[in-house]
């Protein structure tokens, strides 16, 4: 296993969660990590990813301002802020990472992959 998501939970709309993907050296020493999720019925979509070189950020529209991508780069961890969490971002949320540079927000374009972590938003 070379990505592993935690931190994912039930939480109230309006909370907050932070999602830590931990991987080793090989998977995170890459050109990009990112996040994706997937409801029940919809495609897997795009949340947000970090670029190794620059630090460069993505975001979908869905999350900006909401959500905040990092990387620890000692700890091989990116972790995924999630702010005022809406019904909607209830999915299972995947860790990704991109070898070489290719379209950042399409899923088929990614390498290794987490097993995903449930996030449900209710009250």
């Known amino acids: 296993v070379q990505l592993v998501e935690s931190g994912g939970g039930l939480v109230q709309p309006g909370g907050s969660l932070r999602l830590s993907c931990a991987a080793s050296?090989?998977?995170?020493?890459?050109?990009?990590m990112a996040w994706f999720r997937q409801a029940p019925g919809k495609e897997r979509e795009f949340i947000a990813s970090?670029?190794?070189?620059?630090?460069?950020?993505t975001y979908a529209d869905s999350v900006k301002g909401r959500f905040t991508i990092s990387r620890d780069n000692a700890k091989n961890t990116v972790y995924l802020q999630m702010n005022s969490l809406k019904p909607e971002d209830t999915a299972v949320y995947y860790c990704a990472s991109m070898i070489f540079a290719r379209t950042i927000t399409s899923a088929n374009e990614y390498d290794y992959w987490g097993q995903g972590t449930q996030v449900t938003v209710s009250s």
């Open positions: 050296a090989r998977t995170f020493t890459t050109y990009a």
């Open positions: 970090s670029r190794r070189n620059g630090g460069i950020t």
